[in-house]
């Protein structure tokens, strides 16, 4: 069992940076992957970026070039650096491990919330 918990959230401008962290419970060196997901009030979850074990990493269309996501086995930590943030970033930031299959995984974190104002 491996617990997940998210801290980094809160609120900022337009613009501005921020990195969340998600800090695991124990080893996160054999989980396959890890990934950030994000909510905003009245849409689905939606994959936001995604690294595996080997280090290769996908984002979704719309954080390309602003997120980046990165995992120190380490310090059981996953981090997700978000720059020129926008309102649409606005939601809250969930994180995963064990990927079992597209959006299916073994552990998720409570979530953050991050709130971009304009």
């Known amino acids: 069992q491996v617990q997940l918990v998210e801290s980094g959230g809160g609120l900022v401008q337009a613009g501005g940076s921020q990195r969340l962290s998600c800090a695991a419970s124990?080893?996160?060196?054999?989980?396959?992957?890890m990934a950030w997901y994000r909510q905003a009030p009245g849409k689905q979850r939606e994959l936001v970026a995604r690294?595996?074990?080997?280090?290769?990493?996908n984002y979704a269309d719309s954080v390309t070039g602003r997120f980046s996501i990165s995992r120190d086995n380490t310090k059981n930590t996953l981090y997700l650096q978000m720059n020129s943030l926008k309102p649409e970033d606005t939601a809250a930031y969930y994180c995963?491990?064990?990927?079992?299959?597209?959006?299916?995984?073994?552990?998720w974190g409570q979530g953050t919330q991050v709130t971009v104002s304009s």
């Open positions: 124990r080893s996160i060196f054999n989980l396959n992957a």
């Open positions: 690294i595996t074990s080997a280090g290769t990493t």
């Open positions: 995963s491990a064990g990927q079992i299959y597209g959006s299916n995984w073994l552990y």
